[in-house]
């Protein structure tokens, strides 16, 4: 797996997601997949739904930590 990918899952799991949840972020993403066998493009598709989700969790901590 690649680091960008690495450390998005490590956001989400600092963001507060669980282990569940992230297996269901990555299963809607690549479906059934495993990580290390998608495409280029499958790859992409993980990386921006990853991205939006560690966005979403960002925006929810910071409008309920003040």
Known sequence: ???????LLRNLVKLG?????VRNIIQAALGDR???DVSHAERHRL???LE???RLGQEFVLSYSK
């Open 1 to 7: 797996m690649d680091h960008q990918i690495q450390e």
């Open 17 to 21: 997601y669980n282990s569940t949840q």
């Open 34 to 36: 495993d990580i290390a």
């Open 47 to 49: 990386v921006n739904t």
């Open 52 to 54: 939006e989700y560690v």
